[in-house]
């Protein structure tokens, strides 16, 4: 189903003092839908980013090795969220794994040849999850226990690895002898009918199956981002970002947004939001990626009056590019969560009016219409 999008320019109105003659508010809505799939692993606004796994062999054993399996999230702004990673490979010989710390297999295998002594994992392509927050301390090791979570590096890099202990038998015990595994595998969630979010937003759990999960609008889905052009000042202009969940039973903690726009390199003050430039063209600084102040806004609370977070940026102007016409106010692209906000073709954003009379007229209009509702104040 297409998402329904409206945007408009509301009437040009006068203001006074430091306000340049027009002070324009333009509004714009920006939707995601989780049903949108990926059309590839590429992204151009971080095309460095990738996860690496690092294999490192710690200790040997009688008949294997120990080692430590980190992840590391080099994405700029793609999290790894709930239910988190599985990994998977398949080992080079016939290996097989006596014990593991900070995470465990999903199935044992055949372990019917061992006798007394029988290990974790026995399969040729174990399947590895990460153990839940809370497990016992002599379970765990650095880095290991978050339910697969792992955090972006640009905005949470303390939280960008996730690592595990494993403990390798019949593997050679030598670095002549010792095969790394092959074929790794990495599943996490992500956009598509397998989304949780999506899950989240359409199945009802038992007798409430019947109660709607996400609040009814036009455009029916469960995030809307509104950019709001707020003012229009001499030397700068100020934008209002707020993004809202529409989600009953859903809470985005961590959430980032990443917006394009050309002017977004002069950047003067932002309000109640973390900002990061990215810069995925070498020297053009026109990305930027948004996320909340921890313990403030970082938790977009489900639908209700709670469920928005908001901020205002405030931006100089560059006379030689700067204007309202044509939609040119409007970010070029927007990411919630990683995923891409549905953006409406070009022909459809709003223009000004040709002529400096229209102009005139639509103030003409405003003066008009504030005067009819000041006398019907007065009466």
């Not at 990495?186 to 949780?196: E, I």
């Not at 961590?254 to 309000?271: S, Y």
Request: hydrophobic fraction near 40%; include cysteine.
């Amino acid at each position: 189903m297409e998402p329904y999008l409206t945007s408009s320019i509301p009437t040009a109105r006068r203001s006074g003092g430091k306000f340049a003659p027009l002070a324009l508010a333009l509004l714009f809505f920006l939707v995601w839908s989780a049903t949108l799939p990926s059309t590839g692993a590429y992204d151009a606004l971080d095309p460095n980013g990738n996860i690496t796994i690092k294999w490192d062999v710690m200790q040997w054993t009688p008949d294997g090795y120990v080692a430590v399996v980190t992840m590391f999230n080099f994405q700029q702004y793609r999290h790894i969220q709930a239910p988190g990673w599985t990994l998977g490979w398949t080992w080079a010989k016939k290996e097989v794994i006596w014990s593991m710390v900070g995470a465990q297999t999903t199935e044992q295998g055949d372990c019917s040849r061992f006798k007394g002594n029988i290990p974790h994992c026995c399969k040729k392509d174990p399947t590895v999850v990460d153990l839940l927050p809370g497990t016992p301390y002599n379970m765990q090791i650095a880095n290991c226990c978050k339910g697969g979570v792992i955090n972006s590096w640009a905005q949470d890099p303390a939280n960008a690895a996730s690592s595990f202990q494993v403990s390798v038998g019949v593997a050679g015990t030598t670095n002549k002898t010792v095969r790394v595994p092959k074929n790794f595998t990495l599943k996490a969630p992500g956009p598509g009918g397998d989304s949780p979010y999506l899950a989240s937003a359409v199945n009802g759990p038992g007798k409430n199956s019947f109660v709607p999960l996400v609040q009814c609008t036009s455009h029916m889905c469960p995030i809307r981002v509104h950019w709001h052009v707020k003012l229009n000042y001499k030397e700068y202009w100020r934008v209002k970002i707020a993004i809202t969940n529409f989600n009953y039973r859903m809470n985005y903690t961590q959430w980032n947004l990443v917006i394009q726009h050309p002017n977004l390199d002069n950047l003067t003050q932002l309000f109640s939001f973390n900002y990061k430039a990215l810069t995925p063209y070498g020297g053009i600084n026109d990305t930027a990626m948004f996320w909340g102040v921890k313990y403030y806004n970082d938790l977009l609370m489900e639908a209700g009056p709670y469920g928005n977070a908001q901020s205002e940026l405030l931006i100089k102007k560059d006379p030689s590019t700067f204007t309202f016409d044509k939609g040119w106010a409007f970010p070029r692209r927007i990411y919630f969560n990683g995923d891409n906000c549905v953006m409406p073709p070009p022909d459809s954003y709003p223009w000004l009016p040709n002529a400096s009379s229209h102009m005139m007229n639509s103030m003409m209009m405003t003066i008009l219409a504030v005067l009819s509702w000041l006398l019907i104040i007065a009466f």
